[in-house]
């Protein structure tokens, strides 16, 4: 199974700062079609996962251009620019590329 | 407006069967692959099953694999989640999600306990 790892963040974070939020793949998750079939998810206290960045760095519908993608085949970073209060929660990797598909532990966001 | 409204929740006892239920409006449901994922209470997520549009393939992780089973009934735009032999560690919110899990239901509550 591929292992989905991601790092914690120096919570809280000032509003208005940028925060950070890697993952790492025990595989990579680029595929020969020139692909890379990871996902972000923003899970906001008390509700559904909504999926943020698609393709590793496509954004969903409707989601703010604060939030991007970006990464190799096993390293991906998920950046928010100019955090604000409506971005807590716990935000999580997953990778998409075989199965069983699996997700990273979450990393929770916090602001101060 | 894409909905995904699961039901059937609830709480069972170990060795007992539930099944889930997952309405879906607002798109055309038999063009898209869909999934079951879970939540066990204050932990992250768990992907437990996959559907093709078709109902004619399905993919589960082997916690999952011999007792659940996923199904679908295009006509009746739902999808479903047979649970057999349930255990303590199914205790979970289970979400109905579509395709690349670009939409997620609101969960149903599963509680396998004595």
């Known amino acids: 199974d591929i292992v989905m790892t991601q790092g914690a963040l120096p919570n809280p974070v000032p509003s208005g700062e940028s925060a950070s939020i890697t993952c790492q793949s025990s595989k990579s998750l680029l595929h020969s079609n020139g692909k890379t079939y990871l996902n972000w998810y923003l899970q906001r206290p008390g509700q559904s996962p909504q999926l943020l960045i698609y393709w590793m760095s496509t954004r969903a519908s409707g989601v703010s251009d604060r939030f991007s993608g970006s990464g190799s085949g096993t390293d991906f970073t998920l950046k928010i620019s100019s955090v604000e209060a409506e971005d807590v929660g716990v935000y999580y990797c997953q990778q998409f590329l075989e199965y069983p598909l699996t997700f990273g532990s979450g990393t929770k966001l916090e602001i101060k | 407006e894409v909905q995904l409204v699961e039901t059937g929740g609830g709480l069972v006892q170990p060795g007992r069967s539930l099944k889930l239920s997952c309405v879906a409006s607002?798109?055309?449901?038999?063009?898209?692959?869909m999934s079951w994922t879970r939540q066990a209470p204050g932990k992250g997520l768990e992907w437990v099953a996959s559907?093709?549009?078709?109902?004619?393939?399905?993919y589960y992780p082997d916690s999952v694999k011999g007792r659940f089973t996923i199904s679908r009934d295009n006509a009746q735009n739902t999808l479903y989640l047979q649970m057999n032999s349930l255990r303590s560690e199914d205790t979970a919110t289970y979400y109905c999600?579509?395709?690349?899990?670009?939409?997620w239901g609101q969960g149903a509550s599963v509680t396998v306990s004595s």
């Open positions: 559907i093709t549009n078709s109902g004619g393939s399905t």
């Open positions: 607002g798109f055309t449901f038999n063009n898209y692959w």
């Open positions: 999600t579509r395709g690349g899990m670009d939409a």
